[in-house]
């Protein structure tokens, strides 16, 4: 009982400076999403396919979380994107405030999006609000088809699900029906964009999702 | 500061618990293993395989942890053997608490070894200890070769590294030798046992390896 009260403090002290955040946000008509998954599944190379396939269409820049290294921000500078890496020594997900902390790091200005990379881990990011517009779920096919189910949060706080590693369906036991009906028992009006980061394929329906909420947001509209 | 210290308090009353657990399975010379991994990385396939081939050679139990849904348990019931699930309901790891809660409904005796899947997580449950003589860790190839660098403290709580769905190599971009190379600067004497748990490729030196550590149990050696 004592531990849910503790969390409960934490998750609504968290709450205030996301909404600080999403004001912040919202006066610069800034799209800011927050990427979820697993590790492994693939975050940071749908980071460097938008970063490479979009760069004379829009300005990005990338908040990069994970327990050591800095690797990932490595990875999307490389890709021609300003990133910040934030680590969590240990901690499993990011916070608002660590948001806060880092954001003097980047330029804002004339920027169309900000990705939130979260700690790669399909429970506890869930939980925690980031003054984010939407959340990218990510789920690669080789994690099995089983995992909305077994994960309903993660699926919950979800506004898009990208199912990675497409190409890599002949070679599993993944079957994608069996994941859309487990799906639709969770959240049935989530959309799927069944995509390979590495071998480039299906990308064009993420551009097409991620430039339309570009656009309502720069329209002032709630992206 | 304070959160710091609550969990302190939260992980040394876990130790206390997990403590009283490794003397009751001590007692009884029963082997007990906690499976790690990030969510679907072939944690109940490796069990499904364990059980079917050493069917006439060993006797084990399982407990699943699972946010939701009992189909892990189900899954490994089916292979014979029997499984007691827990659902966490959002928590992000099992708990030395949880398991001394479930264990009455097993029947130890006779048995060789029991699993304690952990949640789909390669975060927060390296840090519960619950009271296992050994822990499994399963990295699957398709999370990449640059885990061990980026989730230090699994691999340093882990004793083994299986290395599953080794038969996707040839499809991904994962190096094996990069990996061992990130593993070294992590925890260099670390064994890593590379298989494919749907093919039944490379399963001998796992069986080798569990029976050994059952054998070194029952002689009432530290496993």
């Known amino acids: 009982m004592k531990r849910v ?5 934490v998750l609504s002290h968290n709450a205030t400076t996301a909404d600080a955040l999403r ?3 919202a006066e610069r008509r800034l799209l800011v999403l927050n990427l979820l998954s697993s590790p492994g599944s693939g975050k940071t190379s749908l980071l460097e396919r938008t970063a490479v396939a979009l760069r004379d269409r829009l300005r ?9 290294t800095d690797r990932d921000a490595e990875r999307v500078r490389r890709a021609g994107v ?11 997900h990011l916070s608002a405030e660590m948001i806060q902390e880092v954001l003097p790091q980047l330029d804002l200005t004339g920027l169309d999006v900000l990705f939130i990379e979260n700690v790669g881990n399909l429970v506890c990011p869930a939980e925690f609000d980031l003054g984010e517009d939407a959340t990218v779920l990510l789920i690669s096919v080789t994690e099995g088809d089983d995992k ?26 993944f079957e ?17 964009l069944t995509l ?28």
């Open 176 to 192: 994608p029906q069996r994941f859309l009906d487990d799906l639709s028992r969770i959240k049935g009006d989530l959309p799927v």
């Open 82 to 92: 300003p990133a910040v890496q934030i680590n969590t020594a240990g901690g499993c």
């Open 5 to 9: 009260r503790i969390q409960q403090t």
């Open 196 to 223: 390979s980061c590495t071998r480039g394929q299906g990308l064009e329906a993420w551009f097409d999702w991620l430039q339309a909420r570009i656009r309502l947001k720069k329209e002032g509209r709630r992206a």
């Open 148 to 173: 909305p189910g077994k994960y309903p949060p993660a699926f919950l706080k979800a506004d898009v699900v990208v199912l990675n590693k497409a190409d890599l369906i002949p070679h599993t036991n």
């Open 23 to 25: 004001q912040h946000f």
């Open 60 to 68: 990005m820049a990338v908040i990069e979380g994970d327990l050591q």
